[in-house]
């Protein structure tokens, strides 16, 4: 039915184990009645004496729009329930795990009086992925998709902990232990990358012919550590073995120095982006904005924002059908709405 246009279709055959016979079939998703199944499985080559041990079945589940929940993932609704995994929309272990960690943490700084933890698109997959849920809603399971990310460059796996650990130790979640590890990392890349720059190395016969042996131009001119280890062919190894520094630094720590000064560039024009887009994020709108008052907003476009009461222009940017214009228009009432508090 679903590739009635295909003359082939990929089939993974999975063991199950090393002491069983099981195997998982991978691509053959179904949900027919066990005897189609058999039928079915029996028809590809290889598997013509197949036995079913457990049939494939489908699930149906329901959930909240999500739009319905705030970006704290406590629901609009009823104040101190909060929503988080599959009710959301969503499909995954990470997915679920990733809003049940959010809505744990908020639902505890709320008891505790303290503010609402909300990560921004730019500084985590957490954040893209709270900010598309509660900003567009969603009529599929949604996975978390790095494409989803518009700041894919910055949110990696090697520097997770230099984005987000400090923000985990003031809400009181990273033991000392941990924090002090991640303070000595930080700083000993910082310092790396502070000796990096300011090491000059002049051109010498000795400096040369260790260049020359690991396929790399000679120096004709003076150059720093930075600008070599820029070079594509030498990596951090080659550059510690140059001009050591004063106390070796950790893997991890190597790793990041490595990291930031090869992709500097691209690094840097990504920072820019958010930079840019960082001034919407912080135009916060009041949860009370009357927006049937503002002339000019059009009905579908007030019907939306009232559907999704964004928390800032950031985000009623990203709402579908908000466009530029209307965004505009919400500029002004902002600006008007705290002039007239001022002045009253
Ligand atoms: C067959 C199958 C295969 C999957 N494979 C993968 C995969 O390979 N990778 C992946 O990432 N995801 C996979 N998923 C999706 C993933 O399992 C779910 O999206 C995820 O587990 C949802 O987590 P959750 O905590 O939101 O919901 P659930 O794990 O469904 O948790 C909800 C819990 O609430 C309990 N509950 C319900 N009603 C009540 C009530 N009234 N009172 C108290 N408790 C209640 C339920 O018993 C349940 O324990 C798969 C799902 C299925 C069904």
Excluded: C
Excluded at 37 to 56: C, H, W
Excluded at 95 to 110: D, F, R
């Amino acid at each position: 039915m679903r590739f009635s246009g295909r003359e082939r279709h990929q089939v993974f055959l999975e063991p199950e184990g090393l002491e069983t016979e099981e195997y998982y079939a991978n691509g053959v998703s179904t949900s027919l009645p066990v005897d189609v199944q058999t039928k079915l499985y029996r028809s590809i080559t290889g598997l013509e004496e197949v036995e079913i041990m457990r049939p494939a079945y489908a699930i149906e589940y329901d959930y909240a729009p999500p739009t319905q929940v705030k970006n704290t993932l406590e629901t609009k609704l009823i104040e101190g329930l909060y929503f988080a995994g599959q009710i959301n929309g969503t499909s995954g272990y990470e997915e679920a795990a990733a809003q049940g960690l959010m809505a744990g943490i908020n639902a505890g700084l709320k008891i505790q009086k303290r503010g609402p933890l909300v990560l921004t698109r730019s500084l985590a997959y957490i954040g893209v992925l709270i900010d598309d849920l509660v900003t567009r809603g969603t009529n599929e399971p949604y996975r978390m998709f790095t494409s989803r990310a518009e700041y894919r460059l910055i949110l990696r796996e090697d520097n997770a902990d230099l984005r987000l650990r400090n923000i985990g130790r003031e809400i009181g979640l990273v033991s000392d232990e941990a924090y002090h590890q991640y303070l000595e990392k930080k700083g000993s890349v910082e310092q790396e990358l502070d000796r990096l720059k300011r090491t000059v190395i002049k051109p010498s016969p000795q400096i040369n012919a260790d260049l020359e042996r690991r396929s790399s131009s000679i120096l004709s001119a003076e150059a720093s550590l930075e600008q070599l280890l820029k070079r594509p062919e030498l990596n951090y190894g080659d550059i510690e073995k140059i001009s050591p520094p004063p106390v070796s630094i950790k893997p991890d720590a190597a790793e990041q120095v490595e990291i930031q000064v090869k992709y500097e560039g691209y690094i840097e024009r990504q920072m820019n982006q958010v930079k840019r887009y960082a001034g919407l994020e912080q135009k916060t709108i009041p949860p009370d904005l009357d927006y049937e008052a503002i002339t000019g907003l059009g009905s579908e476009v007030t019907q939306k924002l009232k559907q999704v009461r964004p928390v800032s222009l950031g985000q009623a940017s990203r709402i579908s059908g908000i466009t530029p214009a209307a965004i505009s228009l919400l500029m002004v009432a902002l600006e008007k709405r705290k002039r007239g508090k001022a002045a009253g």
